[in-house]
Nanobody, 124 residues
Framework: QVQLVESGGGLVQAGGSLRLSCAAS????????MGWFRQAPGKEREFVAT????????YYRDSVKGRFTISRDNAKNTMYLQMNSLKPEDTAVYYC?????????????????WGQGTQVTVSS
């Protein structure tokens, strides 16, 4: 079993920045592709970004490219999402996920583990 705990959410103004963290339990963090998903009020959960086991490959949804950066530190069992130039439409609960399949497969939401979510609110 793997536990994932997100942190770093909060309230920011449009144009601001925020960094989310996902801390994973256990000693097998590097065995999983990791990703961030979000769910806005009244909308379905959607893929935000994923990162491969070594951190060498990343995928982003088009709307966050150039603004968000996903990264991971396997030595710390932690994944990050640096969010810059935030927009009100980024407002959502952000979820950390881990999957035993490829980084691409993870973009579909096929994950083995999910965190509890952290709220990100961007005001205009």
């Amino acid at each position: 079993q793997v536990q994932l705990v997100e942190s770093g959410g909060g309230l920011v103004q449009a144009g601001g920045s925020l960094r989310l963290s996902c801390a994973a339990s256990g000693r097998t963090f590097s065995s999983y592709a990791m990703g961030w998903f979000r769910q806005a009020p009244g909308k379905e959960r959607e893929f935000v970004a994923t990162i491969s086991r070594s951190g060498g490959s990343t995928y982003y949804r088009d709307s966050v490219k150039g603004r968000f950066t996903i990264s991971r530190d396997n030595a710390k069992n932690t994944m990050y999402l640096q969010m810059n130039s935030l927009k009100p439409e980024d407002t959502a609960v952000y979820y950390c996920a881990a999957g035993s399949h490829t980084t691409v497969v993870l973009t579909t939401g096929r994950a083995d583990y999910w965190g509890q979510g952290t709220q990100v609110t961007v005001s205009s």
